[in-house]
């Protein structure tokens, strides 16, 4: 059977620079290609000093020093990489639309097709065309269509092989996943060796047991299903937490006790002000569109609620604060620590600090935002791009600030919004003593230890906790 020698991945993405980084790692005797129309994004790929690559992520500046130039090359040539290239990933971006038939719900796959026209019109020998972006049940209809029209003779094979990995953890996620999915045809010899010539890429680092295969459509429809039941299990526990707040049951104690029936587990049980990323809410937003479209209405309704579940806690949590704050934030300082829609990760995408500052603006607060890994024209953007507020009334009102005491410093309150570790290693006497007083605290996370706080002075609140907190 052929192996595999040369790889292109299209879109240099999250997915597509860990995963192929890693790729390159573990396959030596594999040329890695890894493309974007994005230019900027590339130069920062290959920038000599590799702490200036795009992503960050732990232990991915290691691996990319190791392998770029050597077996991993990153380009925007990205017909020439099609060419070379005997197995294709497609990686680009699938935002939710925002415009015309689904808008706000379907999964845009303009960039997906721009990729299929753009092999389908360079490629001179048989190709294997991996979907590693995540996409609707029954894509590879269409790329089939488009792959197979050309009229050129070309032979295609198309697999769909989901990514699994989550920001912040993408390497070791990438290193030890608890199950690669192939999914493909096995109707014949072709196929079948099309999907053992990925099995064999994954094989230099994984066992047989953790590479699964199943049918094109099991496969696509999968990755739509675990991410919906990962946000669904956020979801139900921040519905938890607001039920414990009202009854001072604690929301970490509830989840602790009933993650400890195996059949419902630990992980994935933790409140807090509620889900980003760039995954969550797009993907289950594709699923409830996919149902409507299949006139699964009520399937539709009970995704969707995961959704209207967690734009419920963003909202609840910046409502708690301005109601704990006699009702007024305007002109008041709202310190947000943390932007990053997870911690070790400098991704906002959907990041929950997002919305929660967009409310507050709408009250007129002054926010001082600070998170180790954002940059401020991220703040910025992130905020323009919602369109709620004036841009110009954004950058008078929000101010991003390389400390967390500077960004304390005189402030109403604090607000944790990501849980990166450092912030749980601050002198937070320090910080109370240079706040105003009443000093708040609104722990998005439950990260800091309400008691040790509430004995420095401050007033806290933290998610799915009663409001009294009795000190010995
Ligand atoms: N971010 C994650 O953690 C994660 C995890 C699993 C799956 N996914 C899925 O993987 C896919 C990619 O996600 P991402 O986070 O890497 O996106 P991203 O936006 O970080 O990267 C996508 C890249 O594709 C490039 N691109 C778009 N069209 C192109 C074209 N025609 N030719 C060349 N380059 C093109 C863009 O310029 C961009 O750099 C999405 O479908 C996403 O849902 C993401
Ligand atoms: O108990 C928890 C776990 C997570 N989160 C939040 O949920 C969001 C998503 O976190 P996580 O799933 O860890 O990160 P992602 O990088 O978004 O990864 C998810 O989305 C990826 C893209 O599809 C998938 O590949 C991953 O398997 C899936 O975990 C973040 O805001 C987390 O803070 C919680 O609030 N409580």
Redesign the pocket.
């Known amino acids: 059977m052929k192996k595999i020698k040369t790889i292109t991945c299209i879109g240099a993405g999250y997915v597509g620079g860990p995963t192929m980084a890693v790729i390159a790692s573990k396959c030596p005797e594999i040329k890695v290609n890894v493309v974007d129309i994005n230019e900027k994004r590339i130069a920062q790929w290959n920038d000599a000093d590799v702490n200036n690559i795009p992503i960050y992520e732990p232990g991915l500046a290691e691996i990319v020093a190791e392998t770029r130039d050597k077996n991993l090359f990153f380009s925007t040539e990205v017909d020439q990489a099609i060419d070379e290239a005997e197995m294709i990933f497609i990686s680009v971006n699938t935002p939710t639309k925002t415009y015309g038939i689904g808008k706000g719900k379907a999964a845009d796959l303009k960039y997906i097709e721009l990729c299929a026209r753009q092999i389908a019109r360079v490629a001179k020998d048989d190709k294997i065309v991996v979907e590693k972006s995540?996409l609707p049940v029954r894509t590879a209809e269409a790329l089939t269509s488009i792959l197979h029209n050309t009229g050129n003779g070309v032979k295609y094979h198309i697999l769909s092989n989901p990514?699994?990995?989550?920001?912040g953890t993408a390497i070791q996620d990438l290193l030890k996943p608890d199950r690669i999915l192939i999914g493909g045809d096995s109707d014949t010899q072709e196929a079948r060796e099309a999907m053992q010539a990925l099995v064999d890429v994954y094989a230099h680092w994984l066992t047989d047991e953790q590479i699964l295969t199943t049918n094109v459509w099991s496969s696509e429809l999968s990755k739509l299903t675990?991410?919906a039941f990962?946000a669904q299990r956020?979801s139900s526990i921040n519905a938890m937490s607001e039920l414990c707040e009202k009854t001072e049951a604690d929301v970490d104690e509830v989840a602790k006790a009933i993650g400890m029936d195996s059949r419902i587990g630990p992980k994935?049980?933790?409140a807090?002000v509620g889900?980003?990323?760039s995954?969550?809410q797009k993907?289950i937003l594709n699923l409830v569109y996919i149902s409507q479209s299949l006139g699964l209405q009520e399937v539709a309704d009970y995704w969707e609620q995961v959704i209207i579940m967690n734009d419920h806690q963003k909202r609840r949590f910046a409502q708690h604060i301005v109601k704990t704050l006699y009702n007024t934030v305007s002109g008041k300082k709202i310190s947000l620590l943390g932007w990053a829609?997870?911690k070790d990760t400098n991704d906002t995408r959907e990041s929950a600090a997002i919305y929660v500052s967009d409310y507050l603006l709408s009250e007129h607060a002054k926010i001082v935002v600070y998170d180790p890994k954002v940059s401020s024209e991220q703040v910025y953007a992130d905020l323009e791009y919602l369109g709620t507020h004036d841009p110009a009334f954004i950058r008078e009102q929000v101010k991003v600030v390389s400390s967390p005491t500077e960004a304390c410093f005189q402030a109403h309150a604090v607000a944790i919004m990501t849980e990166w570790n450092e912030f749980n290693t601050y002198n937070w006497k320090e910080i109370y003593q240079h706040m105003m007083k009443p000093a708040f605290l609104f722990d998005g996370r439950n990260i800091l230890n309400r008691y040790e706080m509430k004995e420095i002075g401050f007033e806290v609140y933290a998610i799915g906790k009663g409001p009294s907190i009795q000190i010995a």
């Open positions: 995540t990514e699994f990995l989550a920001e675990a991410n990962l956020i994935f049980l933790k807090s889900f980003g990323g995954c969550f993907d829609f997870k």
